[in-house]
């Protein structure tokens, strides 16, 4: 119930110029375990311990809302926040994540985090934004975004995602 109402905030939260390009997926049962195990996976190929201790927070995880973009079209202001003097041509780099992407729309998808999050919160339950989950949630096919985080969600005594 509270990764529907997450999903709900991540999809209603204002978008720069009216335009969504906003997307929401939540993970529950075997594909938490899969991204977990794939978060492991990804940590020993590429000796990055951090991917290793994710994947054990988001195996005990009861779901993952994950939220991404995908196809943002650059917002066409010329703003430079990017770094260049006129809109750029992004998802011409593939790495962790497609890139460049416009940091306008790149801002939108952050407050679409903080609105789940913050529904989260007022919920007492316990999650945390991690970047590496959207890497491998992304990698194996579990949402279709160019950019994409993770956000665990745990109701137990003690916050997991934190004093690990």
């Known amino acids: 119930m509270v990764a529907d109402l ?3 905030a991540a999809v209603t939260a204002p978008k720069t ?4 390009f906003v997307v929401v997926a939540t993970l ?6 899969q991204l977990a195990a794939g978060m492991k996976q990804y940590g020993e190929r590429k000796d990055i311990p ?6 054990e927070n988001i195996r005990h995880s009861e779901a993952v809302v994950l939220v991404g973009i ?10 430079g926040a990017c770094g260049e003097d006129a809109c750029l041509l ?10 460049p992407q416009c940091a306008l729309r790149v801002l939108d998808m952050g407050i679409a985090l903080g609105s789940a999050v ?9 999650n945390r934004i991690m970047y590496r989950a959207g890497v491998v949630a ?23 995602y934190f004093d690990r």
């Open 6 to 8: 997450m999903e709900i």
């Open 17 to 20: 110029r009216g335009q969504d």
């Open 28 to 33: 529950t049962g075997e594909q938490v375990q």
């Open 50 to 55: 951090g991917f290793i201790r994710d994947g």
């Open 70 to 79: 995908k196809d943002a079209l650059v917002a066409d202001l010329n703003c």
């Open 90 to 99: 992004i998802n011409t780099h593939e790495g962790e994540f497609k890139g």
């Open 118 to 126: 913050k529904t989260a919160g007022m919920m007492n339950v316990d």
């Open 138 to 160: 992304r990698k194996l096919g579990l949402i279709d975004a160019d950019l994409v985080m993770g956000i665990p969600l745990s109701v137990s005594g003690k916050n997991i």
